[in-house]
């Protein structure tokens, strides 16, 4: 050692065990002629450099920049460290307790070096569809319990080779400390069944199933995070037979293409929708169509945009050199239950559906379907976060207790919580039988088990009958915290933003229990994570039929009619008139003045709903929020027009947004023979108009400068950037969703810091 040498502790924090960060140190420091240790730590990962302080700083530096794909930094500390000498840096073994509080990397795409092995004929690797490094491959769905070592994953089934077992001893591999590692000697193997679970003699079952793929048969493959049900997309009568089998009306399909030359012929590709599509993560991104295309009509009915992903397993990448234009790759399930992951489980479940199965012999601890992702009005946007993207915590901007939140009864996700973390699951999905409640319940025992969070407070729904706010209150001895559903929304989109109140929170939805007992989905809040008050929502109309109106969209449309026009709406020549019965519209007139099964809404989800169904575009539903969706698909980037509009209050509580005179403009413009898309660009202008105007309107009687838009509504192009344009142009700090769902997949953050503020100001 020199005069000129000092030394360092490092303590580094984030995802940085498990992904190739120690043998990262050790290369990185002898790189810049550094001496030392490094360890894993029940936190991170510490370490201790001695050299040149010129070195030491340029290592720091270099730090992010260079680091493995699949770690993620949170907080770097750098200490003094008194000189002692080391002869050279080495990896040494891991420090103190167990390593419970560090982060889990989510499982991500095959990496470019793997996929050059599996396609090199001189590799041992040549062909092997679970090839995998430090690097890239399975993480989250494999782990079953903490820290992450292989005997705690499912790997734990297969020993390593003496060849595999020495690339996972040695610093300098890239497969150093890879839990998956494995080759086709001593690692998981695919076989190709028949529908009854009978295996199919075959030498190459990926080729074998390429080749009944192209002769229109469909095939459920087990994945990553559950298995696919894989047809041609190319083929029409393929596409429809799944379509019947699977029970899925129109709902989109996803699809998967071999490369971006692919995805090119069949949809437009900007350059921000190509990282989405290249990113480690590899979601669905939402796509314009090109027209004409080769893809079957079926795969994405009346819709504007196909969700393509690329290939992100290396079974994905062999399937697909077989040539397809695209292949249909949907989660297997029947409609409304979880994405099945068992061998048994699959052949029990979706039997009736494949007519062979592709399946594999590692274990999926457990299931995560494929994140879906657009990009809108200048960000991602995720629609349903998942497979690539969790575990990786949102960062919050103050600590918090543990919380436990149980989300909603859609699109449902829970969170917990940890310090300055919070840990969103991925998509369960919708809690409407007992199987997606038993795996609501599996994740939040297999979170709480991987993550070592104990929570101290459990947040739920103000409704009660939601399978998670049953559960919450099934649960003794945990303090208890309903959120209302809007508030929550509005929390999760600061949260997201590390953001304080107050804010003017848009929180625009379907459906929502209101602290009044009525229905919510049209409001205005001035809120911060404590408490809320309601500044302005959306008149309320009566729901005939209640549940059913969600599912038959015509219903809204005659109770916002009836509150537009009276009694006599019969007698307007509109085309819902030429598809509904009139005993049946005088059914819901009935209910409605009876109130009869007809709760109050003031859901702007709903009013979408109506005008779609008014204008004849849909009077029925397959999937939530389909008129919705499709009311924005035929909308017409040309027109500039827009309705009237209007709010009323007294100033004792919150104004009230008429919706009369947007639905007699939407009727007097059907009179006049104008096109539904211009009526529903004219539609669309309103809202933006409407909605910047009146956060102009609080902001000079509150003095709240800062807007915070979310709820599923928001999931609509359209509208989000009209708003966020409008908005910002006002003047408004705006606050969007970009790490979390605006629909309720996003809701469970929101329950738990609003839950964490009310504990903390002792609300509990």
Not at 230 to 248: G, Q
Not at 433 to 453: E, P, W, Y
Not at 556 to 571: I, K, N, T, Y
Request: hydrophobic share 40%; net charge negative; aromatic share 6%.
């Amino acid at each position: 050692m020199t005069d000129a040498t000092s030394a360092k502790r490092l303590e580094i924090n984030g995802i940085v065990q498990g992904v190739g960060f120690r043998p990262f140190i050790y290369q990185l420091a002898n790189h810049h002629g550094l001496k030392g240790e490094v360890a894993n730590t029940a936190t991170g990962v510490s370490l201790v450099l001695e050299g040149p302080e010129n070195g030491i700083r340029q290592f720091i530096d270099d730090l992010p920049a260079r680091k493995p794909p699949l770690a993620h930094i949170v907080e770097v500390s750098a200490m003094p460290e008194p000189v002692k000498g080391f002869s050279a840096f080495s990896i040494v073994k891991s420090r103190g307790s167990a390593t419970r509080a560090t982060l889990i990397s989510p499982d991500v795409m095959v990496c470019d070096d793997c996929l050059a092995e599996m396609r090199d004929p001189a590799d041992r690797r040549f062909g092997y569809p679970f090839i995998n490094c430090t690097n890239c491959g399975p993480r989250y769905t494999i782990i079953d319990d903490i820290p992450y070592d292989r005997p705690k994953t499912s790997m734990r089934h297969f020993t390593m080779c003496p060849l595999c077992q020495a690339e996972y001893d040695d610093p300098d591999n890239r497969r150093f400390h890879a839990q998956p590692n494995a080759c086709p000697v001593c690692g998981p193997r695919v076989t190709l069944c028949d529908s009854h679970g009978h295996l199919i003699d075959t030498d190459d079952p990926i080729a074998d199933t390429a080749r009944r793929i192209k002769e229109g048969r469909i095939v459920a493959v087990k994945g990553l995070g559950g298995f696919h049900l894989a047809v041609d997309a190319t083929n029409a009568d393929a596409v429809t037979r799944l379509r019947r089998r699977k029970h899925r009306e129109e709902k989109p399909f996803a699809l998967m293409c071999a490369d971006l030359d692919r995805i090119r012929a069949i949809s437009r590709v900007s350059d921000a929708e190509e990282k989405l599509l290249v990113s480690i993560q590899r979601p669905i991104v939402l796509l314009e169509k090109r027209e004409p295309n080769p893809i079957a009509e079926a795969v994405a009915p009346h819709n504007r945009y196909f969700g393509i992903m690329l290939p992100y397993t290396p079974l994905h990448h062999l399937l697909l050199d077989a040539g397809f234009t695209a292949l249909v790759m949907t989660s297997a399930n029947l409609s409304e239950e979880p994405i099945a992951i068992d061998n048994d489980e699959a052949f029990r479940r979706l039997g009736e559906i494949a007519d062979d199965f592709l399946i594999h012999d590692r274990e999926i601890c457990l299931r995560s379907d494929d994140s879906i992702v657009r990009y809108s009005a200048g960000h991602m946007r995720p629609i349903r976060r998942s497979r690539g993207y969790v575990p990786v915590p949102v960062f919050l901007k103050d600590k918090m207790l543990p919380v436990l939140a149980c989300g909603a009864e859609l699109k449902n996700t829970v969170c917990l919580t940890r310090g300055r973390q919070a840990f969103v699951s991925q998509h369960i999905g919708d809690l409407e039988n007992r199987a997606t409640d038993d795996f609501f319940r599996l994740t939040v025992n297999h979170l709480k088990r991987i993550l070592d969070i104990d929570p101290q407070i459990v947040a739920c729904d103000l409704h009660p009958d939601y399978m998670s706010t049953r559960y919450a209150r099934e649960l003794d001895g945990i303090p208890r915290i309903e959120v209302q559903h809007h508030h929550a929304h509005i929390a999760a989109c600061m949260a997201e933003n590390k953001a304080d109140g107050p804010v003017i929170g848009l929180s625009f939805d379907g459906t929502g229990l209101g602290t009044d007992g009525t229905i919510w989905g049209g409001e205005v809040l001035v809120a911060d994570y404590h408490t809320f008050s309601r500044a302005a929502h959306l008149a309320p109309v009566p729901m005939p039929g209640s549940a059913a109106a969600i599912k038959e969209p015509w219903r809204m449309a005659v109770s916002h009619l009836r509150a537009a026009f009276g009694e006599d709406l019969g007698c307007l020549p509109l085309p819902l008139f030429r598809s509904v019965d009139k005993q049946q519209v005088d059914v819901m007139m009935a209910m409605m003045e009876k109130q009869i099964n007809s709760p109050l809404t003031s859901s702007l989800g709903r009013l979408f709903d109506a005008v779609a169904a008014i204008i004849g575009l849909r009077g029925q539903v397959a999937f939530e929020g389909q008129a919705a969706m499709e009311l924005e698909m035929i909308s017409d980037d040309a027109e500039s027009g827009s309705y009237d509009f209007s709010w009323e209050g007294n100033g004792d509580g919150p104004l009230c947004i008429l919706n009369a005179p947007i639905i007699r403009g939407v009727v007097r413009d059907l009179a006049k023979g104008f096109s539904p898309a211009m009526i529903s660009t004219r539609f669309h202008n309103t809202l933006v108009i409407l909605f910047d105007q009146l956060c102009r309107h609080l902001h000079t009687a509150t003095g709240i400068h800062r807007v915070a838009l979310s709820g599923g509504v928001f999931q609509n192009n359209r509208l989000l950037a009209g708003l966020t344009a409008a908005l910002e142009k006002s003047g408004f700090d705006l606050l969007t969703h970009r790490l979390v769902p605006t629909n309720d997949g996003g809701l469970s953050l929101g329950q738990a810091v609003v839950a964490a503020a009310r504990a903390n100001a002792n609300q509990i």
